[in-house]
């Protein structure tokens, strides 16, 4: 953690819930914490495998870290 006042401690942790917030938990009913749950597991995989980041040109967050990685060819 960094100093107290820091505005950028928790931004990407914020964001992140202000998401799946937003796209999957406000839009369905829950009858089961076991459906709940699963409906969380479902967003982090999609999230990290399939969702588009434009802060990250384009990628998703598993293939940027591929490519920080160099597993993935920089040039494609």
């Known amino acids: 953690m960094s100093r107290k006042g820091n505005c950028w401690d928790n931004a990407v942790a914020e964001s992140f819930f202000k998401n799946i ?35 990250l040109d384009y990628l998703t967050p598993l293939e ?8 993935i060819n920089k040039a494609a």
């Open 21 to 55: 917030k937003h796209e999957r938990l406000y839009r369905l009913k829950f009858t089961s914490y076991t459906q709940l749950y699963k409906a969380i597991e479902d967003y982090i995989n999609w999230y990290n495998t399939e969702r588009l980041h434009s802060s």
């Open 64 to 71: 940027m870290e591929l490519k920080l990685k160099g597993y």
